[in-house]
């Protein structure tokens, strides 16, 4: 099903290359801003991979088998979007004139689901191959987990094209690396060596030699003239074809700005600042300069060729797809349910699977994890998990599932290694490919590492989480550099970014469920290192279901209100025991949730937090920062603003105050401010 045609029609490929080049042109100019370096310097290889090499299909974007082009030098997104229009993608000249315009669907860099076509958002620099990498992870796992002898559904691959700027970032080093080291030989990336960064030639700051270092991961490594369609055809045929566990690197030697005499092979032509010579350049290449986004019959009948060939490699396909289908229905659900998912999935079934824990439990809530981690695999057979060279403290090995490698590619383990913001990029990509739900997995001070890699999907919307442990200074004696009193904070600001931290076993369990009902964005589950009680006067299901909530009443007042207890995670315990000494006035409320609690309507919210009360004390075991909006001014917070210690977690608890006789203090004071 997935071919190469090297039947090259050089003409019109290299006609098409020009007419790209003209929309890049002309969409630079149009929006006076963008970067017109790549769209120039790299459209012979645009028109060879879109005019023959590429299996994909414009009036099906989302099909199963496509091969995945991952534009990761993303600020040349005028190469995409020209590309994508002129393909028949759902990518209008209208929408190539409206080129980072607001609302317009070619924004600046290439946005996930924003643009039919984009398969994964890329910008910061690296971040797009490194996603790639969990792409091609992905393929291999589907290809292993529903291929049978009799069909094969699965055989695309995953193609890049990256620049000097992310072969330089550190993350793709870490992702290239585990590629070689899993044997992903589905896996080309084109590397547009046109030696120009932004600020100065790349001999500037780089002297390596790339070619070699990939060698040395373990990829194949071939370098041509990136002008030769030809050349380049054959590396990639070449490339295509050869499965012997090693990814390929196609190493392109390009001009940036590509025909604009003034500025091309330069610095100068990472910017707009070839725009002003755009008569004589579109009068080089052959087009009209008296035209503007100039698309060509020509140009237009060689792509409804190139459509109606791709569409019968679709049927094709889809012959041997509907014969699996009815012979593998059970698996055939399973990828159509996955495709099909809702933006909140129902999780009933799950919550009523897991058996509640014995009251007498206490336990940390990682090792609570560990065991709810089993019981959400059953449920969900597509969730695959990884750790960051910690599974024996994160505790998320899926037990009996195999280990993800060249010799078992149906392993639902991921050993990533020591390579947290790899580890990021790599679940970002195994999401973006659609049919498996990923989960990562490190110490939570070491979320800083792979920051933007959450980051960039909560901007995507993709449904994963994170098992972040080791949540607080009850790490102990590993000391400050270990324990992440800022973290929370810092995490919470991300919009579209669910952080639940768990109080006990079995708000671990809502936690677990809030993750997999969450499909429109990643979920963190933070999690303590200590143990922490069974909060056993607390109804199950009341924990459970108030994890969905963002929070609930723990605790509800037998007299009239006049104080709420705030808390979340392991320090619930202490507002909880603050409330008995309190009396009958005190009110408790668990909020593990702050993102879910907020959406919450209105007459919710108020139910939980009466506007009315004012006398609030919030716990936790980080910065105060995030508290206020629900302390209010008349509040207090009694949180961690300074590094913590080394010594027993315990005993660093006692020093900085976080336990119930503080809890009392503070919710007296804040009495007799407002008597």
Request: charged share 20%; net charge negative.
């Amino acid at each position: 099903m997935s071919h190469i045609d090297l039947n090259l029609d050089l003409d019109n490929l290299k006609h098409a290359a020009s007419i790209s080049r003209g929309l890049s042109m002309d969409a630079v100019a149009a929006c006076k801003s963008g970067h017109l370096g790549l769209p120039l310097g790299c459209a012979d290889i645009g028109s060879a991979l879109f005019g023959n090499l590429l299996s994909y299909h414009p009036a099906h974007d989302k099909w199963i088998n496509r091969d995945r082009f991952v534009l990761s030098a993303g600020h040349g997104s005028m190469f995409l979007y020209s590309w994508l229009h002129l393909a028949g993608y759902k990518v209008s000249l209208q929408d190539v004139k409206d080129f980072r315009k607001l609302g317009s669907i070619t924004p600046g860099h290439p946005e996930f689901n924003e643009t039919p076509g984009v398969e994964a958002t890329t910008g910061p620099l690296g971040t797009g191959v490194s996603s790639a990498v969990g792409i091609a992870a992905a393929q291999k796992m589907s290809e292993a987990r529903f291929n049978t002898p009799e069909h094969k559904i699965f055989d695309a691959k995953t193609v890049v094209l990256a620049g000097d700027g992310c072969m330089q970032e550190g993350v793709s080093h870490e992702a290239c690396s585990f590629a070689a080291h899993e044997g992903l030989d589905n896996l080309i990336v084109i590397y547009d060596s046109n030696q120009v960064t932004l600020d100065a030639m790349a001999e500037k700051t780089q002297s390596e030699d790339t070619g070699a270092r990939f060698k040395a991961y373990g990829w194949d490594v071939v370098t041509i003239d990136g002008h030769d369609i030809e050349a380049f055809a054959y590396a990639y045929a070449l490339a295509h074809k050869t499965n012997n566990n090693k990814p390929k690197l196609i190493i392109i030697k390009t001009v940036i700005g590509f025909g604009i005499k003034e500025v091309q092979g330069t610095n100068k032509a990472h910017g707009e600042g070839g725009v002003k010579y755009i008569a004589d350049f579109k009068t080089a290449i052959g087009l009209n300069p008296a035209e503007s986004f100039a698309v060509t019959q020509k140009v237009q009948d060689f792509f409804s060729n190139r459509r109606a060939k791709l569409q019968a490699n679709y049927d094709q396909w889809e012959g041997v797809y509907n014969a699996w289908k009815a012979a593998n229905p059970s698996n055939a659900a399973l990828i159509e349910s996955a495709l099909n998912k809702p933006k909140h999935a129902d999780v009933s079934a799950f919550l009523a699977q897991v058996p509640a824990f014995p009251e007498a439990t206490e336990i940390a809530t990682r090792k609570a994890s560990e065991s709810v981690l089993q019981e959400a695999a059953k449920y969900d057979p597509l969730l695959v998990s990884g750790s960051a060279d910690l599974h024996g403290s994160t505790l998320n090995y899926i037990k009996g599932a195999g280990d993800f490698s060249k010799v078992d590619r149906a392993g639902r383990n991921f050993y990533f290694g020591i390579r947290e913001f790899g580890m990021g990029c790599i679940v970002n990509g195994i999401a973006y490919h659609g049919i498996f739900r990923p989960s990562g997995a490190t110490f939570f001070t070491f979320s800083d590492f792979l920051r933007p890699a959450f980051r960039l999907g909560a901007l995507a919307h993709l449904p994963y989480f994170h098992i972040f442990t080791h949540d607080s200074v009850g790490v102990g004696e590993d000391g400050p550099t270990h324990q992440p009193v800022e973290t929370l904070a810092a995490v919470r600001a991300i919009p579209n970014l669910d952080v639940v931290r768990p109080a006990d076993p079995e708000e671990t369990v809502g936690a677990y469920a809030a993750a997999l009902e969450n499909n429109g964005g990643p979920t963190l589950l933070v999690l303590s290192r200590q143990n922490v009680p069974n909060l056993n006067s607390i109804p199950v299901q009341t924990r459970r279901e108030g994890v969905l909530k963002g929070g609930y009443i723990a605790v509800k007042e037998t007299a009239e209100l006049k104080v709420i207890l705030i808390s979340a995670g392991a320090e619930l315990q202490h507002a909880m025991k603050a409330a008995v000494s309190l009396g009958p006035h005190a009110r408790v409320v668990s909020l593990p949730s702050f993102k879910r609690f907020d959406a919450q309507s209105a007459e919710y919210k108020e139910s939980v937090l009466p506007k009315s009360v004012r006398a609030r004390v919030a716990i936790e075991a980080a910065v105060s920062q995030s508290w206020y909006k629900y302390t209010g001014l008349d509040g207090e917070i009694i949180g961690i603003d300074r590094f913590g210690a080394s010594g027993p977690g315990a005993q660093v608890f006692a020093m900085l105050g976080i336990n119930a006789d503080s809890v009392v203090a503070a919710a007296n004071r804040v009495l007799a401010n407002l008597a």
